[in-house]
């Protein structure tokens, strides 16, 4: 009995201490090795960028306690007017909550943590409502070239859509009016539970706003959430990397990111606007258009036609239906 008591005391005790030293316990500073991640292999995934090396080096240390033994002591070194505080390291600990890889060799990893790590940074949000089912939204994000074209074809616009890879991860876009992009969708999910609802992404754009023309890189969160039948809550977060001091200071002007938001407001308006065509009936649009009479796009149409009804669409379904129609036109095997 006495043997049990003291066992007691000790479990209690250690668990106090747990509590007590949780942080610095759970925050060691974790050392990557030259054997495990080679000075080679970081120069050549920063095009042996000085400012790149350090900002990846000094970020990862600071934000995630993660010293890589390849950086050198100048590049493990903090940026000067960067405060290392739980707003500029947040978004490190978000994706790797998310369950982005902090594994470098991982699809695009140094190019996240290094653009996260950069001296200069912009912020934008945006939230509204979309007027969409999970398996429809699931459905035009799997064919992304043909939700393009439905848009076009009810507002007369000119956006573009296309894959750039056979796991559709990566693809560009555009508006046709001023904005493009490409871009890497990093993660799907928030570790495998609300598919398509919890997205990050990572790209290069290119922006026409006011009097500027802009090019940089940018890591977005979209979320999403059905809060009523047909009525998707979305909110986008994106963080801008500017490349210098000057640009930094105008992406912070309230005026910009006004102009910024309210392209973001008309995208979002144009897809409401085509779901409520589509949703009242009128397939007149449809009829005309060109594009959407190739056979492919006849077939995304039913299908379309059939989520809409109500037949469930998890995203990957598109691969697997391609896979399946290529596996059906191919000769018998002798």
């Given at each position: 009995m006495r043997n049990i008591r003291l066992n007691l005391s000790l479990s209690m005790w250690i668990f106090v201490l747990v509590l007590i030293l949780g942080s610095s316990l759970s925050f060691a500073t974790k050392t990557i090795s030259t054997s495990d991640v080679p000075r080679k292999l970081l120069l050549k995934k920063t095009k042996n960028s000085d400012d790149d090396m350090r900002s990846f080096c000094s970020g990862m240390y600071k934000c995630l306690d993660m010293k890589y033994e390849a950086c050198t002591e100048k590049?493990?070194?903090?940026?000067?007017?960067?405060?290392?505080?739980?707003?500029?390291?947040?978004?490190?600990?978000?994706?790797?909550?998310?369950?982005?890889?902090?594994?470098?060799?991982?699809?695009?990893?140094?190019?996240?943590?290094?653009?996260?790590g950069r001296q200069y940074r912009a912020v934008y949000s945006s939230e509204g409502t979309l007027p969409l089912e999970v398996s429809e939204i699931r459905f035009l994000f799997d064919n992304m070239p043909f939700t393009a074209d439905l848009?076009?074809?009810?507002?007369?616009?000119?956006?573009?859509?296309?894959?750039?890879?056979?796991?559709?991860?990566?693809?560009?876009?555009?508006?046709?009016?001023?904005?493009?992009?490409?871009?890497?969708?990093?993660?799907?999910?928030?570790?495998?539970?609300k598919s398509v609802l919890r997205n990050m992404f990572f790209g290069y754009g290119y922006a026409q706003i006011l009097k500027w023309s802009l090019k940089g890189t940018a890591v977005a969160y979209l979320d999403m959430d059905l809060v009523a039948p047909r009525k998707l809550k979305y909110k986008l977060t994106a963080f801008v990397f500017p490349g210098n001091s000057v640009l930094n200071s105008i992406m912070q002007l309230r005026v910009f990111k006004s102009v910024v938001n309210s392209k973001i407001d008309d995208v979002v308006n144009d897809i409401k606007k085509a779901a409520g065509m589509y949703y009242g009936g009128n397939r007149r649009p449809i009829a005309k258009s060109k594009k959407l009479q190739t056979p492919e796009n006849a077939r995304h149409i039913a299908e379309f036609d059939s989520v809409v009804a109500g037949a469930p669409w998890t995203l990957g379904d598109a691969l697997r239906k391609e896979k399946q129609q290529r596996e059906l036109s191919m000769p018998p095997s002798k």
């Open positions: 590049e493990m070194k903090p940026w000067p007017k960067v405060e290392y505080d739980k707003e500029f390291c947040g978004p490190y600990k978000e994706i790797v909550k998310r369950g982005f890889s902090t594994d470098v060799k991982a699809n695009m990893m140094v190019d996240v943590f290094m653009r996260l848009i076009n074809a009810y507002l007369e616009t000119e956006y573009t859509l296309e894959y750039n890879s056979l796991d559709r991860r990566y693809f560009s876009g555009s508006n046709g009016n001023g904005l493009s992009g490409d871009f890497y969708w990093a993660l799907q999910d928030s570790v495998g539970q």
